[in-house]
T-cell receptor, first 115, second 112 residues
Framework: AQSVTQLDSQVPVFEEAPVELRCNYS??????LFWYVQYPNQGLQLLLK????STLVKGINGFEAEFNKSQTSFHLRKPSVHISDTAEYFC?????????????WGLGTSLAVNP | EAQVTQNPRYLITVTGKKLTVTCSQN?????MSWYRQDPGLGLRQIYY???????DKGDVPEGYKVSRKEKRNFPLILESPSPNQTSLYFC???????????FGQGTRLTVV
């Protein structure tokens, strides 16, 4: 079975500052990893995903994440945030083989970008 | 435009009155799923469907029904809603399971 821990429930940051949203996972098998964003009063949107290959994954809106297998982490980063990045961010994981394709979700990190 | 469409966006109903939340996708996705989102509990999967006429329970299926008679539609049915089903509901779809690519805008349901 897999589990996901988003280490910060809230992250306040000033506009144009860098940000890192932390995600750790546990799994006895190899995994696929995902980050989603939920803007206020909207559905979730896939930001980026790691399936295989390069451990540095680039997504939409200038976000990137690095898969670290030894640390079992998949932290999301952006070098300079905008007010419009204020949203809830969810990390998710699933096994990359077998019949169990269910996504396991973290509880979310609320990013608040202040002017 | 690729999208998942849920209706209604907001619904207030009374305990026991059957309701259906519709979900439709225009991307020919085989996989569709329903989630509920509650404060402090995150996203929990209710039901999912791998293809037409193939549905299965997620983590919290009690009190809900689904059907998948056509590829594009995956309605969520609450036959006797109760106040503990007050929540924000999302429908999602993708070509394959476990990588939900598109989400609907959500349906905020209040059961009084």
């Amino acid at each position: 079975a897999q589990s996901v821990t988003q280490l910060d429930s809230q992250v306040p940051v000033f506009e144009e500052a860098p940000v890192e949203l932390r995600c750790n996972y546990s799994s006895s098998v190899s995994v696929y990893l995902f980050w989603y964003v939920q803007y206020p009063n909207q559905g979730l949107q896939l930001l980026l995903k790691y399936l295989s290959g390069s451990t540095l994954v680039k997504g939409i809106n200038g976000f990137e994440a690095e898969f670290n297998k030894s640390q079992t982490s998949f932290h999301l980063r952006k070098p300079s945030v905008h007010i419009s990045d204020t949203a809830e961010y969810f990390c998710a994981v699933r096994a990359n083989a077998g019949n169990n394709r269910k996504l396991i979700w973290g509880l979310g990190t609320s990013l608040a970008v202040n002017p | 435009e690729a999208q998942v469409t849920q209706n209604p966006r907001y619904l207030i109903t009374v305990t026991g009155k059957k309701l259906t939340v519709t979900c439709s996708q225009n991307m020919n996705h085989e996989y569709m799923s329903w989630y509920r989102q509650d404060p402090g509990l995150g996203l929990r999967q209710i039901y999912y469907s791998m293809n037409v006429e193939v549905t299965d329970k997620g983590d919290v299926p009690e009190g809900y029904k689904v059907s998948r008679k056509e590829k594009r539609n995956f309605p969520l049915i609450l036959e006797s809603p109760s106040p503990n089903q007050t929540s924000l509901y999302f429908c999602a779809s993708s070509f394959t399971g476990g990588s939900e690519a598109f989400f609907g805008q959500g349906t905020r349901l209040t059961v009084v």
